[in-house]
């Protein structure tokens, strides 16, 4: 089930400062909380099915 | 001197990691090696295709199969888009900037970036391969749901305009209202070409309605950026 967590591959900690100047902090933090809560669910998902 | 922060601070742990050891040091290197050679490969293109968008492609046609009234249709096309891409992510900013200039919604900029982050073809073909076509192909529908949950919840918090405003690099506030505009550098306006038209709608506080090629409803466009941001 940890290998599921490669999707966390949506949530970009190092690109975040890019991300930042592009579109603003407000987008840049919402889209990572929203991919990681996502990763985290489709994670648990896949443990349940798999 | 504050835009070379991050690199100074790069340089700085580079020559720590080799004072601390040299293998891990050569190793810091190749990997920023084959990092760079990647982005060499894909931003070319991206920038051209960035660049050849906002020059030819409408802001109509953007709104109209992209924008916040496109409903699913435009959320496919999205989706499509970050999956077909090749390259990291941090590629694709560029290019949903200039979208989100043209009109493309919010929703739908985040359906593109995640998809092209985590549900592209290229991936999938990999995951099969590392991790069986099981897991691929159950993690891949799973997350493809997601990210169009994702792009419908974010439409609800944040419209395009939210994005253009809060970027802080003023440089990249300079692209956005840059891809507003027609880019056809006719000089109609009187001013030397659209990016020097841009810096004076943002700086100089020309008029708005300076633009005679400009589709309708530019005007209030770049009235509406320039009023937020003062």
């Known amino acids: 089930m940890a290998a599921l967590i490669t999707t966390l591959t949506m949530v970009g900690f190092a690109t975040i400062p890019i991300e930042t100047s592009h579109f603003g902090k407000r987008f840049t933090i919402l889209r990572n909380l929203m991919s990681f809560a996502a990763a985290m669910i489709i994670a648990l998902m896949m443990g349940a099915i798999l | ?230």
């Not at chain 2, 835009?3 to 190793?27: C, G, M, W």
């Not at chain 2, 070319?44 to 916040?68: D, R, S, Y």
């Not at chain 2, 200039?98 to 985040?110: E, F, I």
């Open chain 2, 1 to 230: 001197m504050k835009r070379y922060k991050l690199l100074i601070l790069t340089v700085i742990l580079y020559i720590l990691a080799f004072a601390y050891d040299p293998k891990v040091f050569a190793s810091a290197v190749s990997n920023t090696g084959l990092y760079l050679k990647e982005m060499i490969q894909i931003l070319p293109a991206v920038f051209i295709l960035t660049g050849l968008l906002n020059a030819w492609v409408p802001h109509k046609v953007v709104e109209a199969k992209l924008g916040k009234e496109s409903g699913l249709f435009g959320r496919l096309i999205s989706l499509f888009l970050g999956a077909v891409s090749a390259g990291p992510v941090y590629v694709a900013f560029p290019l949903v900037q200039s979208l989100l200039g043209k009109g493309m919604s919010v929703g739908n900029a985040v359906i593109l970036i995640s998809a092209w982050a985590a549900a592209k073809v290229p991936m999938f073909l990999i995951e099969s391969r590392f991790l069986g076509i099981g897991f691929a192909s159950l993690r891949t529908p799973l997350t493809v749901i997601a990210i169009l949950i994702m792009g419908a919840l974010m439409d609800r918090m944040m419209s395009g305009s939210d994005i253009i405003l809060s970027t802080r690099d003023d440089n990249k506030r300079l692209e956005a209202v840059v891809a507003l505009l027609p880019n056809q550098n006719c000089l109609a306006c009187g001013h030397k070409g659209c990016l020097d038209y841009a810096k004076a709608v943002l700086e100089g506080g020309a008029s708005t309605d300076l633009c005679r090629v400009g589709e309708k409803g530019l005007s209030e466009r770049l009235a509406s950026v320039r009023k937020e941001s003062l």
